[in-house]
């Protein structure tokens, strides 16, 4: 087994308390405005925004640093449109019979259907696949662990981080979602985890009307 190899926690920086408060609660301000948007402009975004959202999340912590995940970035206008296809045929089956009446209950709130231009429309789409295993410089294969936990980080963190440069997005995941690896040409031991839509809201763009849990609904301090 390889020994460890620590460095020097350099680059840590203490504040003083009332600088922490400020912090937290400007992070919390910023992060509140934030919602998931359906109407997108077809506004182009510079590719270097999104080359620098990317690396924020990069830095997501992972299980035993391995890094389990792969950013696909769709511009392209003819792989959206396929992206598009393949999403609303899978939607179609699930609006129209294989979702159970108390999921579609559920979603009634937001007033989705299994129409989704926003896939088309907006500049960008990341893809975020999940590598279930790496591939060594041998060819062989290094299992992966705790791969959804840190995936799941990671997209966070790129939600914050596109919310932070000024953008809007949308968390999409049409099920199943293998036609993601066909149409990319993502390999086999990557499972599509999310797409997230990128972008600027159209002008006018509306939003549903929802209130998020107070503290006490979601904390608890012991």
Same mark, same amino acid.
């Given at each position: 087994?390889?020994?460890?190899?620590?460095?020097?926690?350099?680059?840590?920086?203490?504040?003083?308390?009332?600088?922490?408060?400020?912090?937290?609660?400007?992070?919390?301000? @910023?992060?509140?405005?934030? +919602?998931?948007?359906?109407?997108?402009?077809?506004? *182009?975004?510079?590719?270097?925004?999104?080359?620098?959202?990317?690396? &924020?999340?990069?830095?997501? *912590? !992972?299980?035993?640093?391995?890094?389990?995940?792969?950013?696909?970035?769709?511009?392209? *206008?003819?792989?959206?449109?396929?992206?598009?296809? /393949?999403?609303?045929?899978?939607?179609?089956?699930?609006?129209?019979?294989?979702?159970?009446?108390?999921?579609?209950?559920?979603?009634?709130?937001?007033?989705?259907?299994?129409?989704?231009?926003?896939?088309?429309?907006?500049?960008?789409?990341?893809?975020?696949?999940? @590598? !279930?295993?790496?591939?060594?410089?041998?060819?062989?294969?290094?299992?992966?662990?705790?791969?959804?936990?840190?995936?799941?980080?990671?997209?966070?963190?790129?939600?914050?981080?596109?919310?932070? /440069?000024?953008?809007? !997005?949308? &968390?999409?995941?049409?099920?199943?979602?293998?036609?993601?690896?066909?149409?990319?040409?993502?390999? !086999?031991?990557? +499972? *599509?985890?999310?797409?997230?839509?990128?972008?600027?809201?159209?002008?006018?763009?509306?939003?549903?009307?929802?209130?998020?849990?107070?503290?006490?609904?979601?904390?608890?301090?012991?």
């Amino acid at each position: 087994m390889k020994k460890p190899e620590l460095v020097p926690l350099s680059e840590y920086e203490e504040l003083p308390v009332e600088e922490m408060k400020r912090r937290a609660t400007e992070l919390y301000r @910023q992060l509140r405005r934030r +919602r998931t948007v359906r109407e997108f402009s077809d506004r *182009p975004v510079p590719r270097e925004v999104l080359e620098q959202c990317l690396l &924020t999340a990069g830095t997501a *912590p !992972s299980g035993a640093n391995q890094q389990p995940w792969h950013f696909v970035v769709v511009a392209d *206008p003819d792989l959206k449109k396929r992206i598009r296809e /393949a999403a609303e045929a899978e939607e179609r089956e699930f609006y129209r019979g294989r979702a159970p009446d108390e999921w579609l209950e559920a979603l009634s709130h937001l007033g989705t259907d299994e129409h989704k231009p926003f896939l088309e429309i907006a500049p960008y789409l990341i893809v975020i696949f999940a @590598q !279930s295993h790496g591939i060594r410089a041998d060819g062989s294969k290094a299992k992966h662990y705790y791969v959804t936990e840190s995936v799941g980080i990671a997209t966070g963190m790129l939600i914050a981080a596109v919310h932070n /440069a000024g953008l809007v !997005s949308l &968390t999409h995941t049409p099920s199943p979602m293998g036609f993601l690896n066909e149409i990319l040409g993502r390999p !086999s031991h990557e +499972r *599509p985890f999310l797409i997230l839509v990128v972008g600027y809201p159209k002008e006018g763009a509306r939003v549903p009307k929802i209130t998020k849990k107070e503290l006490p609904e979601i904390a608890t301090f012991i």
